[in-house]
């Protein structure tokens, strides 16, 4: 963890091998006092691998009122035979603010990927509690072949911005979706690993969100 000034911290998330094996529930808990900015650094991605019983990856945010937090997530990789329940709860309070990137990639290097279950409920106080973003996703084998899910791409790339909306300019190659309380999804999907569009759109929103002033 790191300091730069009060009311700030960068906190790097690192395992002892970032794996997540057959039968692991893991747990992640994160909560951003009021007035304060946090970020998180992953310096590896995470591979979940196949075996006997499923696996789990929960995460839960709570940020306060007028809180800010940055997580640049690294690829998520769902190997083959893998099966992988993955949720991701936000709490927002008033005038706090998200900016996230999560990476889902299916199959090592010459593999298709097991199955993925992904979860993103966000709500916020601004909104009395009111959903503000709900996303499910069934991306087992069967299902995320089909036209209108993933087809034949294996990476699907989100940035998320809940609780303001940024004004830089977006990459013409993405796909942008604007929420209906303040807040915007940018995807993209391949099927491989070209990360220069959202790495442009991420360095854009970063600097956009850390130069705004904190609300009160």
Same mark, same amino acid.
């Given at each position: 963890?790191?300091?730069?000034?009060?009311?700030?911290?960068?906190?790097?998330?690192?395992?002892?091998?970032?794996?997540?094996?057959?039968?692991?529930?893991?747990?992640?808990?994160?909560?951003?006092?009021?007035?304060?900015?946090?970020?998180?650094?992953?310096?590896?991605?995470?591979?979940?691998?196949?075996?006997?019983?499923?696996?789990?990856?929960?995460?839960?945010?709570?940020?306060?009122?007028?809180?800010?937090?940055?997580?640049?997530?690294?690829?998520?990789?769902?190997?083959?035979?893998?099966?992988?329940?993955?949720?991701?709860?936000?709490?927002?309070?008033?005038?706090?603010?998200?900016?996230?990137? @999560?990476?889902?990639?299916?199959?090592?290097?010459?593999?298709?990927?097991?199955?993925?279950?992904?979860?993103?409920?966000?709500?916020?106080?601004?909104?009395?509690?009111?959903?503000?973003?709900?996303?499910?996703?069934?991306?087992?084998?069967?299902?995320?072949?089909?036209?209108?899910?993933?087809?034949?791409?294996?990476?699907?790339?989100?940035?998320?911005?809940?609780?303001?909306?940024?004004?830089?300019?977006?990459?013409?190659?993405?796909?942008?979706?604007?929420?209906? @309380? %303040?807040?915007?999804?940018?995807?993209?999907?391949?099927?491989?690993?070209?990360?220069?569009?959202?790495?442009?759109?991420?360095?854009?929103?970063?600097?956009?969100?850390?130069?705004? %002033?904190?609300?009160?």
């Amino acid at each position: 963890m790191s300091a730069s000034s009060p009311g700030t911290a960068q906190v790097a998330l690192v395992g002892t091998q970032m794996v997540l094996l057959a039968g692991d529930s893991i747990g992640i808990d994160i909560v951003v006092g009021a007035g304060c900015t946090l970020e998180i650094v992953e310096p590896v991605g995470t591979v979940a691998y196949g075996g006997d019983g499923d696996s789990e990856w929960d995460i839960s945010i709570e940020i306060a009122d007028g809180g800010t937090l940055i997580w640049q997530g690294q690829p998520f990789v769902i190997s083959d035979d893998a099966r992988v329940r993955r949720s991701t709860r936000v709490k927002l309070g008033t005038h706090a603010r998200l900016l996230q990137r @999560e990476i889902l990639t299916f199959g090592r290097s010459g593999q298709r990927g097991g199955d993925l279950v992904s979860k993103f409920h966000a709500s916020s106080s601004s909104t009395d509690g009111e959903p503000l973003l709900i996303e499910d996703l069934d991306l087992s084998r069967g299902r995320r072949g089909r036209v209108g899910v993933l087809s034949e791409n294996r990476v699907l790339d989100s940035i998320i911005a809940l609780g303001w909306r940024p004004t830089a300019k977006i990459p013409t190659d993405l796909a942008a979706f604007d929420l209906a @309380e %303040p807040g915007t999804m940018v995807r993209r999907l391949g099927s491989d690993h070209d990360h220069r569009p959202m790495d442009t759109c991420w360095q854009a929103w970063y600097h956009e969100l850390v130069a705004a %002033p904190q609300p009160n």
